[in-house]
């Protein structure tokens, strides 16, 4: 079955460490966003990718960073300049085209101490 | 700049209730609108879109109409049951951000049997 798949499902870090979140999606989709979600907020945009080797901020990009080195991956590293981490991490696919629905992954629920 | 902004939640029902979560918008031009909807622990899932005013989208016996005078997009069910309790965001994207989306804070619904 085609879909993406974020890994870990959870994950526990200590303030001050980098750690970085796995996106991988075998769709053949174009397009690759990186959203964050936390309670009350609904979901605010980290990154996003159109194509390969091509990447562009999002609303909230402060404290992150991402690759697009190959079309099926979109890894998220959530640096120690992130003042906030701890939240609940969504990557989703899409062809890209305009009207495209999304498609999303289970997510990554971080909690950083 | 884009935003959606949907009711407050949460709301509870009973089971076989009548459902109405509002959205309206801003946006510039012509968006076109979605709903999604996020089941416990998992991503966001596609449940209707609709691409022009006056459009209605409609999926397992949800509906929504894309009302350009009021810049509205109001979700509906007649009946709800148990498995419909989930997270509901309402969602918009514009011609000129290909398809990336705007998103609403979110309206928690739990259905009571």
């Known amino acids: 079955d085609g879909g993406i798949t974020q890994s870990p499902k959870y994950l526990f870090r200590k303030e001050g460490q980098n750690v970085t979140l796995s996106c991988e999606q075998n769709?053949?989709?174009?397009?690759m966003y990186w959203y964050r979600q936390d309670p009350g907020q609904g979901l605010r945009l980290i990154y996003y990718?159109?194509?390969?080797?091509?990447?562009q901020k999002g609303d909230i990009a402060e404290g992150y960073s991402v690759s697009r080195e190959k079309k099926e991956s979109f890894p998220l590293t959530v640096t120690s300049a992130q003042k906030n981490p701890t939240a609940f991490y969504l990557c989703a696919s899409s062809p890209g085209l305009y009207n495209s629905p999304l498609h999303f992954g289970n997510g990554t629920r971080l909690t950083v101490t | 700049g884009d935003s959606v902004t949907q009711m407050e939640g949460p709301v509870t029902l009973s089971e076989e209730a009548f459902l109405t979560i509002n959205c309206t918008y801003t946006?510039?031009?012509?968006?076109?609108l979605f709903w999604y909807v996020q089941y416990p622990g998992e991503g966001l899932q596609l449940l209707l879109k609709?691409?022009?005013?006056?459009d209605k989208g409609s999926n397992k016996g949800f509906e929504a109409t894309y009302r350009k005078e009021t810049t509205s997009f109001h979700l509906e069910k007649g009946s709800v049951q148990v498995s419909d309790s989930a997270v509901y965001f309402c969602?918009?994207?514009?011609?000129?951000?290909?398809?990336?989306?705007?998103f609403g804070e979110g309206t928690q619904l739990t259905v009571n049997p």
């Open positions: 990718s159109q194509i390969v080797n091509d990447f």
């Open positions: 946006a510039t031009g012509y968006p076109s």
């Open positions: 769709l053949n989709h174009d397009a």
């Open positions: 969602a918009l994207t514009r011609e000129t951000s290909g398809s990336r989306l705007t």
């Open positions: 609709a691409t022009k005013a006056d």
